[in-house]
């Protein structure tokens, strides 16, 4: 599903941040994303968003070399991935709702199509009673919940997760790490990124660990 | 309606202490088949997905309808002048005039009369009017005085020719027959006066259509930057679109329809508040009607009206604007999008 072959990256003429990257994300798989903060583990994500490209190395993704890639490929790919950011980013003009709704609107797909299942989603992650409020009202938890199920509502084949647990009490990090297996049990290959040790040894996985640049697989 | 089942356990957020957590609906595991309650009707309120009642929208609505309003009423105006050059030259290429100079060596009351039987004998000549004395003085009484005894003066006299409605090419003969005939005449078509007042009105027209032109120009440019601005100001939101699987496409299309709502708006205010003055001035300039400036002014533009085709070119101003609102902010969304990328 992707594989990544000496990845390299650096910001304009700075140093290397990420050196000869080497990973493999298999089908239906789990695995952690880890190392301390600043390691790069974000910007590995984003590298696997297709939203920054290599300075070199070879990027596949869905068995295609991504540097060959045709906009409008690019852009079905991404809508096989569902990605849940650190910060959120969800867009504060628009409700819970509509938020989570985002990936089916731009898939031009009619409302009254996915309504139903939007608001089971948000039923389902405890969203239910709040899908019209505007995220600057929300706790951090609703936040972090409202961005996992835009991530999940049009079912992609690979989740990723950037401190999906980093703003919310132990309790709800331990839930949110069981809705994660959960999905990966219905098809779905998750890749958590997080430094919270404690997390990872709730729910053994292979972890890819980023440290001074470089990754290595700790099975 | 047909949506996919969530075979999740529902369980998992049941004891959140966070604010929205809803009693079970369901039992671990089972299937969503079909929601337990009614769903709201009022779930989507059709935000867009791209802002737009910002401070910068709404300058920019201000600035749009300050430009139609510009745009519009120099349509009118250019609109106004075409009308009145019509009439001009409606009413003045249908008439000339035969002036007799007094020649001590001719009698004029001679000529007069046989420069009427010459030009009733023209096809082209629908009616022949010869202008008496008295008459002709009195033309000249706004430059001399009223009073004056102009016995004494050599006041030509002047022969109003009205025209068919279709002019035949006899009148260049006539033009030469009269010459020979009666010395003293000239017959005047008024080309000269037509030319001019068709130049003028060109130019009023031509004036009024590039400053259409510039001010289009200059909501376009405005639309440009406000576009730039808006796509700066929305990055964040740009890069999350992207990466929920929007394309190029579909996010330059969220921008144009909102520019587009912002052109017609600053277009429909800047047009609605043309069409008033312009109605306005209308029912003012028909209120002096009785007055001898309101009858200059109306010789010289005409009724102070643009009709029904007037304001329907404001309105396509208006729109035309709104239309230029979309399709910049479209070309410069593509283009910003690119650079990004």
């Not at chain 1, 068995?63 to 980013?89: C, P, Y």
């Not at chain 1, 509502?153 to 959960?182: C, H, Y």
């Not at chain 2, 004029?108 to 000549?125: G, K, T, Y």
């Amino acid at each position: 599903m992707v594989r990544f072959e000496n990845v390299g990256l650096r910001y304009g003429m700075g140093p290397e941040v990420l050196k000869d990257i080497n990973f493999s994300i298999a089908p239906r798989s789990f695995q952690y994303l880890t190392g301390p903060s600043g390691a790069g583990k974000t910007t590995l994500i984003r590298l696997i968003l297709m939203a920054l490209k290599p300075t070199r190395g070879l990027v596949h993704l869905f068995g295609q070399d991504v540097s060959r890639l045709e906009a409008t490929t690019l852009t079905d790919f991404r809508r096989k991935m569902g990605v849940v950011f650190q910060d959120f980013r969800l867009l504060d003009h628009l409700t819970v709702y509509e938020n989570v709704a985002l990936p089916l609107r731009v898939l031009g797909k009619e409302e009254a199509g996915y309504r139903a299942e939007v608001v089971e989603l948000l039923r389902w992650v405890g969203l239910g009673e709040r899908m019209h409020a505007v995220p600057s009202v929300l706790s951090g938890g609703e936040k972090q919940r409202a961005a996992i199920a835009r991530a999940l509502i049009s079912r992609p084949q690979l989740l990723l997760a950037d401190e999906p647990t980093g703003n919310v009490d132990p309790g709800l990090g331990r839930r949110l790490l069981r809705l994660f297996m959960e999905l990966q049990t219905l098809g779905t290959a998750v890749v958590i990124a997080t430094h919270d040790l404690a997390l990872m040894e709730l729910y053994d996985a292979p972890r890819l660990v980023l440290a001074d640049g470089h990754l290595h697989v700790d099975a | 309606m047909t949506h996919r089942a969530w075979c999740l356990p529902t369980g998992i957020f049941m004891s959140t202490p966070d604010r929205g957590a809803e009693p079970a609906e369901h039992e671990e595991g089972e299937e969503f088949a079909r929601p337990r309650s009614r769903l709201p009707d009022n779930l989507r309120r059709d935000q867009p997905l791209v802002p737009v009642d910002t401070v910068a929208g709404r300058a920019l609505v201000v600035v749009i309808a300050i430009l139609t309003f510009l745009a519009a009423l120099s349509a009118g105006g250019a609109l106004m002048a075409a009308r009145a050059s019509e009439q001009w030259r409606g009413a003045v290429a249908n008439e000339m005039t035969i002036q007799v100079r007094p020649d001590p060596r001719r009698n004029i009351e001679a000529d007069l009369a046989r420069a009427v039987e010459l030009a009733r004998a023209v096809p082209s000549v629908a009616e022949v009017r010869a202008m008496p004395r008295d008459e002709s003085d009195r033309l000249l009484e706004p430059w001399l005085g009223a009073g004056l005894d102009l016995i004494e003066l050599p006041v030509p006299r002047l022969i109003v020719l009205r025209l068919n409605a279709s002019v035949a090419n006899d009148l260049v003969a006539f033009s030469q027959t009269l010459r020979r005939e009666v010395p003293s005449a000239t017959l005047d078509d008024h080309r000269l006066w037509v030319r001019r007042l068709s130049t003028m009105a060109n130019t009023i027209i031509v004036a009024g259509v590039g400053v259409v032109m510039l001010v289009l120009v200059a909501a376009a440019l405005a639309v440009a930057f406000a576009t730039r601005g808006a796509m700066a100001g929305s990055r964040d939101s740009v890069e999350v679109l992207h990466l929920v699987g929007a394309d190029d496409e579909f996010i330059a299309r969220e921008f144009q329809n909102r520019f587009i709502t912002l052109g017609l708006r600053g277009g429909g205010a800047g047009g609605f508040a043309a069409v008033i003055v312009i109605a306005l001035l209308g029912w003012l300039a028909s209120a002096w009607s009785a007055t001898p400036e309101a009858d200059q002014l109306q010789a010289m533009f005409g009724a102070f009206e643009i009709g029904w085709s007037g304001y329907g070119v404001v309105i396509l101003v208006a729109a035309i604007v709104a239309a230029i609102a979309g399709l910049v902010s479209r070309v410069t969304v593509r283009h910003y999008l690119r650079a990004m990328s």
